[in-house]
């Protein structure tokens, strides 16, 4: 939990970040690439997309350091690209019509050894959401994050986060009592 | 906390948990592409002596393009009742859609006219008409730009211009408006007349995403910038962050009265201080161009508007309105007094659009008189099998609002992989909305796949 607040609140935080780019992005990943790899995961269900994802994310970073005008808050600029990051993946997954015939990302060993069913269907449930919705439940939800502060990161509005993670939990709730 | 609240706060915790490392992070691929294995998806960055290079290439790869282009029929389009005959789409690129190509096709005949594809690395990104169904303007950008957001903003401009019974029928040309390179472009819209080039954009959003909006409209020979407005408030065109990815609405801003006046939407958020509820407001908001000022918002004035809470369970679930659809902006026709849009009604009680059963995907007309009283120019009822999504969308209406382009799509709701080849039951269903019908445009259908379109 102390990890996910770190994660949470160090974006607003008046981090000492240190000058040189390789330096500090390297620090930056080393705190929080595993954390955002886990929140990728969980939006995508594909590990190797997550990972793709997160680092793409810190490259871009990195490229763009010198070109920041605020270096203090660099997490919310990368967590910022990874919520970006799988919103472009699951826009391209869901672009095209899927065949109702396509068996979905296979669930990782891990998961099926490590996580009861039961959490193993809710994490299911989630990901047959729309990617807004997903997004909106998975910042209030996983990384406890405020409407305010989901709305900033999603960048779009308070009511619309309000309207997404109402939908999304609703039909959440739908899915698991279809499946129960 | 709500216990579905708690369980999907446990369950995704514990999901995550069970990702207990990750790879190190390789900056290398950043600093010295050239030297690396790097992801199909990564762009190597070029240096700066390359531009005019890779400007060379890309119209060097439109011409070899341009070498494939069928010769365009001749006989006479079927009665088109007002719908253009040429369209100009963006069509994602196997296997993972980074790159877009450019279809140019016929509505009527189903011919694919030609397929345009931009130089290695680059996409096409944006694409919008004039009235004359034969001028499009068309935008490039490399598919890599180096902004974390994935944002679209247009580098390359092109002139498209399809003239048949010429030797050149598809012909392109470079166009000198300027590169927007870092700016957050949110909508781009082409003049009836084919001159000017208005675009939506927040400059500099990768470094200073609380710029003001801008509104800018070039000369499409010259280049030059006309005119600019701006504004501090982030709700115009949609606000940023709602066409982030890969390409850029073309129906967030319109030209009307003879290209006198521009029409844009707003959407925003409030809290209603009786229900506690958030309420949303959407607006059209019409600008008059021969008026001064430089003010996007006090300069233009609000011809439409609607609202409703945003929370659809409390006693909005089932609403046919445009405000329902908030990804699909409401349009403003060209002689600016209908406003036309997608709606989407969910008839099961928790407003949510996954469930199964049969769901009602409606075109709407406003009048600017009447702007309270919606009419239905049609609707189709669709039966969505679980896990599926019904949309639908529109892409283009005429001066009046009398006939409109639409789609509607069945969509699993994200989670697979895609299928280039999907059942029919779930390719894009295209149609001529007129006279209270959607009847189908089947000569569009070898299009399964695009990320714009423009008529």
Redesign the interface.
Known sequence: MAA?ERLRDVDTANTDVPPHA?HA??AL?AEH???L???A??ML?D?ATA??V???????????WD???DTSHPLA??R??VM??C??A???????????F????AE?A??RA???E???A??AA??????RQ?EA??LR??L?MTEDETARA???????V??AT??A???????LK?ES | M?P??R?????????????????P???T???KPGERYV?P??RR?FPAWTAPVAAAAAVIALAISLVIVRNIPDRPAPASGGVPRYYAALI?QPP???QNKLAVGDTFTGARLATLTPARGNSFVAVTAAADDRTFVVATQPIDT?????RVPPRTWYLLRIAPGTSSQVRLTRLPIPDLKGDDVLTVALSGSGREIAVGLIPDY????RSPVQLRVYSVTTGKLERAWSTSDQTAFG????F???SLSTTALTWVDDDRALAFPT????SDPLTHQ???HETVRLLDMSAGGGDLIADSRVIWSTQRE????TDQHGLLSCVNN?SILPMLTADGKTIVCAAIKSP?T??????PGPQTLAWLAYSTSTPTVARTLAQVTVEA?????PANDLLWADSSGGTLIGTW????????????N??PA???HWGVIADGKFRPLTTMGDL??Y?GIAW
């Not at chain 1, 999603?154 to 619309?160: E, I, Q």
């Not at chain 2, 369980?7 to 790879?23: C, F």
């Not at chain 2, 099998?385 to 999504?389: D, E, H, I």
Request: net charge positive; proline share 7%; no cysteine.
């Open positions: 996910l390789t992005v390297t990943y690439g595993l954390r790899v886990r929140l995961v969980i269900g590990r990972e793709d997160v680092q793409d994310a810190f490259l871009g970073l990195y490229r763009r070109s920041l005008t600029y990368v910022a690209s970006n990051g919103r472009s699951l826009r391209r997954r869901s672009r095209r019509p899927i065949s109702l396509t068996e979905p990302p990782s891990e998961a490590l996580v009861s039961e959490y193993r809710v994490v989630i990901r047959r959401l729309p990617a997903r439940l998975l939800y996983y406890d999603m960048g779009v509005s308070r009511g619309t309000k309207s109402s939908r939990l609703a039909a959440i709730g739908r899915i279809e | 709500t579905a609240e369980a999907v706060r446990a369950a995704t915790r514990a999901y995550g948990e069970t990702v207990t490392e990750v790879r992070l390789d900056l691929a950043a600093a992801r998806r990564r960055r994602p993972q859609g980074f180096g902004a974390p957001d994935n990768a470094t200073s995403p606000g940023p962050g709602r982030s990815v890969e959407i925003s958020a409030a958030d309420v949303i945003s929370v659809p369970v908030l099961n928790q407003g949510t659009l996954t469930a099998p679980s896990s599926t999504t799509t069945l969509e699993m709701a994200s989670t697979g992989f895609i299928d280039p999907p059942p779930y390719r894009p399964n796949l990320s």
